[in-house]
């Protein structure tokens, strides 16, 4: 339910709070500058649609910062490219 904010101060002053929905989809990416690359690779950025679906699909950071992880990961990241999602 969505309550403008007449409503939110009212219920406020008498002492409710309001509770917010979160998506259970919602993804915090970490501030890390491999997140970023691999999302260009992609053709993503950090505010598409899709950028936390992506992330959680991909192995650990750890295990992507050796090289032979992240050239397994390319070939997927090529073919999003073309894919809306963006």
């Given at each position: 339910?969505?309550?403008?904010?007449?409503?939110?101060?009212?219920?406020?002053?008498?002492?409710?709070?309001?509770?917010?929905?979160?998506?259970p989809?919602?993804?915090?990416?970490?501030?890390?500058?491999?997140i970023?690359?691999?999302?260009?690779?992609?053709?993503?950025?950090?505010?598409?649609?899709?950028?936390?679906?992506?992330?959680?699909?991909?192995?650990?950071?750890a295990?992507?910062?050796?090289p032979?992880?992240?050239?397994?990961?390319?070939?997927?990241?090529?073919?999003?490219?073309?894919?809306?999602?963006?």
């Open positions: 339910m969505s309550w403008d904010g007449l409503q939110r101060e009212t219920l406020e002053a008498l002492g409710y709070s309001l509770w917010q929905r979160v998506d989809q919602a993804v915090e990416l970490p501030d890390d500058p491999l970023d690359a691999l999302l260009k690779a992609a053709g993503r950025d950090r505010n598409s649609a899709d950028a936390g679906a992506l992330f959680r699909a991909w192995p650990p950071l295990q992507l910062r050796q032979a992880a992240k050239r397994a990961l390319w070939p997927r990241l090529r073919a999003l490219r073309g894919q809306p999602g963006a």
